[in-house]
């Protein structure tokens, strides 16, 4: 996924004079965030846990009295950004010697001494886990002035989000349904920073979804590294397809979406669900990483390219609708230009409507770090390009065919190139701009699509 920069504390509009009695009115928090959904939740979690304790959030980073930066280490390009967005802060902090700096998310989990040898100017480092601790670590940073590193070894359980937690979007909420992954892809740094596979209760989970609708959130969003292989650790018989038809009672919620699914565990019964059960988004990201079922071998994938493509043919067979979206890894070591060709005839069969593309990052601690990495720098670059090409062929003769379509979109966003316009998503996850004011924010609208592009479409309300 990619890199993102996030304002989105200044969401928290609503974060008021509950807290005016606060010590700590006065000090005011900025969160970076580097990495997936899962991450930007983790820095949601956080920013609602400062709040709770009276600190307030502020959108200029040099008005800001904590910064924080969240972390990611699935590919060696993002350490470096982690280490000049560090760098930059360190300068702030000669002028400044007041602020606080503290690092938390799966980098910090796994580099605390580099992080600490290099950058000294870092007040703590908390790892995945370890940002439960967040206010406990900054009041005895205050009252102390001394820093404290929680690494703890990742939970057995997960615990349940406080009460009344402040999310990011006003319209779509993000729900931890497991965390950690037991899978091992060779070359995948995640199991180790994030621990081994944890569900949380599905009754803690409905819970936190009721009250989500109470507050009148539409959507869900449901989180884990591999959503498929979901069990109640209290109850073995809740899958993951069970807790979807559990969500799907819950009044008020009108849509569900889910990331990751890992094609090994992706059944027809998901599939089933998906088609029999309205509420839930009729998009899918199913990641296939390579059309080579040698390099998926290698990969560690447990599935084949035919294997892929027969659940690609039961969705596309049972829900007609359905929009797929998928990552892809280049030039993983041995990959030669026919198993290249492959991932791209994949694509031309499959045809994505969205696609996360990479190229191959060795990572420390992996299994792939042990072999050579066979593809140059170049070719990887070039497959990469030839790769995005395609797809956005792909996606742009897909949008154009939906011109002069009447399309239902569920409103979640201001567009970032028109301040006049909103976006919206369809079920399939496509996003229609179209022209309105704030007050239609999280209502659903039928639009008339008018034109395309390859990564959005425009529309006009009817
Ligand atoms: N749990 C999810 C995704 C995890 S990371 C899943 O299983 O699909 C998101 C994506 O980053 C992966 O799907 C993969 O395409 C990419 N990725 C992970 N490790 C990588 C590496 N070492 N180099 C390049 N891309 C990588
Ligand atoms: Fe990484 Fe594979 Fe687990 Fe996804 S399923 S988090 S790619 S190890």
Not at 1 to 11: D, E, G, T
Not at 387 to 400: E, V
Request: glycine share 6%; hydrophobic share 35%.
């Amino acid at each position: 996924m990619p890199v993102s920069r996030q304002y989105w504390v200044n969401a928290f509009y609503w974060a008021s004079d509950e807290h005016s009695l606060s010590p700590f009115m006065l000090m005011k928090f900025y969160i970076y965030t580097f990495g997936c959904q899962m991450s930007e939740h983790d820095s949601e979690y956080m920013g609602a846990v400062l709040l709770e304790k009276g600190y307030s959030s502020t959108e200029e980073e040099s008005a800001a009295d904590i910064i924080l930066v969240n972390t990611c280490c699935v590919r060696e390009k993002v350490e470096h950004k982690i280490f000049t967005k560090l760098g930059r802060l360190a300068k702030l902090k000669r002028k400044n010697r007041e602020l606080i700096i503290g690092v938390t998310g799966c980098y910090a989990q796994l580099a605390k001494e580099e992080i600490k040898r290099r950058m000294p100017q870092v007040d703590f480092v908390l790892g995945t886990q370890g940002i439960r601790r967040l206010p406990e670590v900054i009041d005895r940073l205050r009252s102390l002035r001394q820093g404290w590193d929680a690494m703890p070894k990742t939970d057995k359980q997960l615990e349940g989000f406080p009460c009344g937690f402040r999310r990011r979007s006003p319209v779509q909420a993000m729900v931890t349904i497991m965390e950690g992954c037991n899978n091992f892809c060779a070359y995948c740094i995640i199991p180790f920073a994030r621990g081994r596979e944890r569900s949380r209760a599905a009754e803690e989970i409905l819970r936190e979804i009721k009250e989500a609708a109470a507050e009148g959130y539409k959507e869900v969003l449901l989180l884990g590294q591999n959503v498929n292989s979901y069990c109640d650790p209290s109850n073995n018989s809740i899958s993951f397809a069970d807790l979807l038809i559990k969500i799907h009672q819950i009044k008020g919620i009108e849509r569900i979406r889910f990331v990751t699914s890992h094609p090994k565990d992706f059944s027809y019964r998901l599939v089933e669900v998906i088609r029999d059960y309205p509420k839930i988004c009729n998009h899918i990201h199913l990641p296939v990483q390579s059309g080579s079922t040698r390099i998926l071998k290698l990969m560690n994938r447990k599935y084949s390219r035919a294997e892929y493509m027969e659940k690609i043919a039961w969705l596309k067979r049972e829900v007609p609708e359905i929009g797929i979206s998928t990552d892809i890894i280049v030039g993983f070591p041995e990959e030669t230009e026919d198993d290249f060709q492959q991932t791209m005839k994949l694509m031309e069969e499959v045809e994505f409507d969205g696609i996360y593309s990479f190229k191959y990052s060795p990572r420390p601690l992996t299994r792939a770090y042990q072999y050579p990495d066979t593809v140059p720098k170049e070719i990887k670059g070039r497959r990469l390009m030839e790769l995005q090409g395609l797809q956005k062929r792909i996606q742009l003769t897909k949008n154009q065919s939906l011109v002069g379509r009447v399309v239902e979109i569920l409103v979640d966003s201001v567009s970032k190139k028109d301040p006049y316009a909103l976006c919206g998503r369809t079920s399939s996850n496509r996003i229609v701009n179209f022209k309105g004011g704030p007050e239609l924010m999280g209502k659903f609208l039928r639009v008339k699509i008018v034109r395309a592009g390859p990564n959005s479409l425009f529309g006009e309300r009817v």
